[in-house]
């Protein structure tokens, strides 16, 4: 029987690391769309999509996709958001319209309560949430996956970042999630 060298253990440790982490991030690939009328749209299977900008008119897509819900973090007095005239969209569309106004200056302290339960509620799965860029979806998605669903954070952040997490929200959710215990 031959023995390993170090060297050729770790190697081989590492060999097998690599091919492990691909089966895993292959099997939450986010994959982006063009979709008129939304500005960014990077869909995660099945599961969740979180996109930028939505006008009224791309809502019809959405719901043509199979999104039972939209969840919309756009503040009213932003530019260029149409909050009512997107959940009137929504609804006349079939599918369920949650509003949560997501201030990045001052986020409201039931945020992420409310973000995890009406992402976690079956009729509004799967869910497409948006924002004016897709940094405050992707942000809420990974406090959602590190504090309800029990994923490691990096994982969550890897997946964040695949979804749209940009430089401004990314020290926001890492905060949330190191001041903040899981949900049991």
Not at 151 to 170: Q, S, T
């Amino acid at each position: 029987m031959t023995t390993m060298t170090p060297i050729l253990r770790l190697s081989s440790a590492l060999v097998t690391a690599a091919a492990f982490m691909g089966v895993v991030v292959s099997a939450q690939q986010v994959v982006r769309k063009d979709i008129p009328g939304i500005s960014t749209f990077a869909q995660l299977e099945t599961t969740i999509a979180c996109g930028g900008s939505t006008r009224p008119e791309a809502i019809e897509a959405i719901g043509k996709m199979g999104f039972k819900s939209v969840i919309n973090l756009r503040l009213a007095s932003e530019e260029g958001a149409q909050v009512e005239a997107e959940g009137v969209a929504v609804r006349a569309a079939g599918m369920k319209y949650v509003h949560l106004p997501f201030s990045i200056q001052s986020p409201d302290p039931k945020l992420i309560e409310d973000f995890i339960a009406a992402v976690t509620r079956p009729a509004n799965q799967p869910a497409y949430v948006h924002c004016a860029a897709g940094g405050r979806a992707a942000s809420l998605w990974m406090i959602k996956r590190v504090l309800a669903d029990h994923w490691d954070e990096e994982r969550a952040l890897a997946e964040a970042n695949a979804l749209g997490l940009n430089d401004r929200l990314r020290p926001f959710a890492l905060n949330y999630i190191h001041l903040h215990p899981r949900v049991p």
